[in-house]
């Protein structure tokens, strides 16, 4: 049973002070019967903050409940069986990873087939899910009843794998490697341009190209159609927009490459013997063409607002909401849909006389009210997860903070 069912329970009108201590207690009453093994043990405290655990998630749970309301929550997200894509992204180490792992596990529960994937190339999902999950291919996630499949896409090493083909083996050591990554079509016109062999440093972008890469596999592969639910962990907000506008980026490239194949079309006897191939010129142009189409559909997917939304992870201080502000604004002009705003690491008023925990709720009220007057966040649908003094790793954790997060 989720704890959201017996905290929602208590009534959100309690007021502040007065009656806060009955509907804590109320509240403690119902959640002592969750059976959470890692935070169902005796009051825990968060350094000099010195409340217990379920304590300041009640206090939490009450503070978040009215902007809930409000907004269209998770129901709207579980509706529908096609398949919807989620990517959670902002500042480094807000809790991105914990966000888009917490709602894996929670659409995984809800009986839809789900995939998250990392592409930042820093990957914390085996941490957050407390098992190996490198590798580059997809793995089963342990301990939950329905698939649920987690992928980290291993940049640097391919990277690397990129730097040392095109060094060892010139145009077609880089082309062999885009060929692995399913970009056969671009790797043959690479091969054919030698424009591999200008590469013997990795483009701007490839790390991206690679996630995107995948992100292909999944749009057209038979085999995962059984996934109705994929979620992206995306890398710091500069990493993000620069896979968001990579499809324009090689829609635009490939274009010049088809012109510029035409021009050398004289040469295609010579280069077919380079490569061994025959009939080099027709089918790699047909190739040429499905890329693109490809990239078209890639492109779209990400500013489809039927099938996609984009989720801005952000923790209440000013400079967190001042990036996710600038977030905001380059996906606005991507034409990327992003609907819900998460402010996680919330603290709720202390209880105590801790005066670094008052000037720290402080802070965070300053930088909330930023958000309430930010033209490009004000708009989205708020949602406030609270700073939990332990950390959030492995399955049953993950379903807590799903079950806060995600109303
Ligand atoms: N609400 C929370 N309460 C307490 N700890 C949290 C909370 N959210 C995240 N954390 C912790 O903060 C750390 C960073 O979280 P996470 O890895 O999810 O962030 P991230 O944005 O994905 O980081 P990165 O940009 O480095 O990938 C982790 O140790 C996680 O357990």
């Not at 009955?22 to 000099?48: D, E, K, Q």
């Not at 009843?145 to 060892?168: G, T, V, W, Y």
């Not at 190739?287 to 801005?312: A, H, N, Y």
Request: aromatic content about 6%; glycine content about 8%.
């Amino acid at each position: 049973m989720g704890s959201s069912l017996m905290v929602s329970s208590i009534p959100y009108s309690v007021s502040a002070s007065a009656t806060k201590s009955m509907a804590v207690s109320a509240i403690l009453r119902n959640l002592s019967t969750v059976s959470y093994p890692s935070f169902s043990r005796n009051a825990r405290y968060f350094g000099v903050v010195c409340l217990p655990f379920r304590t300041r998630i009640a206090l939490q749970v009450r503070s978040i409940a009215t902007p809930a309301e409000a907004v269209a929550g998770f129901d709207e997200m579980a509706a529908g069986t096609e398949r919807k894509y989620y990517m959670l992204g902002g500042k480094g180490g807000v809790g991105k990873t914990s966000c888009a792992a917490s709602l894996a596990v929670k659409f995984a529960n809800h009986g839809f087939p789900t995939i998250v994937v990392s592409t930042d190339p820093a990957h914390s999902l085996s941490d957050s899910f407390a098992q190996d999950l490198t590798g580059g291919t997809l793995v089963p996630v342990e301990g939950l009843d329905s698939p649920l499949f987690a992928l980290e896409i291993n940049p640097e090493k391919a990277r690397e794998e990129f730097r040392s083909a095109s060094q060892k083996n010139g145009g077609s050591g880089v082309k062999d490697f885009i060929d692995g990554m399913g970009l056969g079509a671009l790797a043959d016109q690479l091969g054919d341009l030698k424009l591999g062999e200008l590469l013997d440093t990795p483009p701007p972008g490839l790390d991206e190209a690679i996630a995107i890469s995948k992100v292909m596999q999944f749009v057209e592969a038979p085999e995962y159609s059984m996934f109705k639910r994929i979620i992206f962990d995306t890398a710091p907000t500069g990493h993000t927009l620069r896979l968001l506008s990579l499809p324009d980026f090689l829609d635009k490239s490939i274009g010049k490459i088809m012109k510029l194949k035409q021009k050398i079309a004289s040469a295609t006897s010579a280069i077919k013997s380079v490569f061994g191939k025959e009939e080099v010129q027709d089918s790699s142009s047909d190739k040429l063409e499905q890329l693109r189409e490809r990239m078209g559909k890639v492109r779209e997917l990400f500013r489809d607002t039927d099938s996609t939304e984009f989720v801005i992870v952000t923790i209440p201080t000013v400079m967190a909401v001042s990036e996710s502000s600038r977030l905001r604004a380059s996906l606005r002009k991507e034409n990327v849909p992003v609907k819900r705003l998460i402010v996680n690491q919330v603290l709720p008023p202390s209880a105590s006389d801790c005066k670094f925990c008052a000037m720290k709720r402080k802070d965070q009220l300053r930088a909330l009210d930023m958000i309430q007057s930010d033209p490009e966040l004000m708009g989205l649908k708020l949602i406030q997860a609270p700073l939990v003094d332990v950390e959030i790793r492995g399955v049953p954790a993950l379903r807590f903070m799903g079950d806060i997060v995600w109303q």
